[in-house]
């Protein structure tokens, strides 16, 4: 096991998981990319430095990568033909699609990524009061709200 794996391992307490996120594709209603696996070829836009960006440069060599500073840009740049996907968290998605009709969400998404935060293990209070916000949070729907907010811009 490696150094810093070790130390998180003896070191870190996980809060709850307060989010997950799906990296999804869209693409024209018309498209031929029907599956992740279609993406191999194609120029796919992401929004840059997200874990859409990490994974598909990363694991995908195949893959004409476009990367913008805005979601928005990759929604024009896919309906002008300039890409043909956009690689991107679910709940922007959802928002870019019902404004799109022409687009789609395929059925299979890239992957599922899970967030939460680190606290020192031991530092009980601090893990408790995390933990109740981001409990409070995810009740009354903030943390979609901060997701579309903030992923979707």
Do not use: C, R
Request: glycine share 4%.
């Amino acid at each position: 096991m490696e150094n810093a794996e070790k130390f998180v391992l003896e070191n870190i307490k996980d809060a709850i998981e307060y989010a997950i996120s799906k990296q999804v594709i869209i693409v024209k209603d018309d498209s031929e990319i029907s599956n992740v696996e279609g993406l191999n070829g194609n120029k796919v836009a992401v929004q840059l430095g997200t874990v859409a960006d990490l994974v598909l440069s990363d694991e995908f060599p195949e893959v004409e990568l476009v990367q913008h500073k805005k979601y928005l840009l990759a929604v024009e740049d896919l309906k002008a033909d300039k890409v043909d996907a956009i690689v991107l968290d679910s709940l922007p998605a959802e928002e870019i699609v019902k404004v799109n009709p022409e687009l789609k969400i395929l059925e299979k998404e890239l992957l599922t990524d899970k967030y939460g935060i680190a606290v020192q293990k031991g530092n009980t209070e601090l893990l408790k009061a995390i933990n109740d916000v981001l409990t409070e949070m995810m009740n009354n729907g903030q943390i979609n709200d901060f997701t579309v907010k903030f992923l979707g811009e």
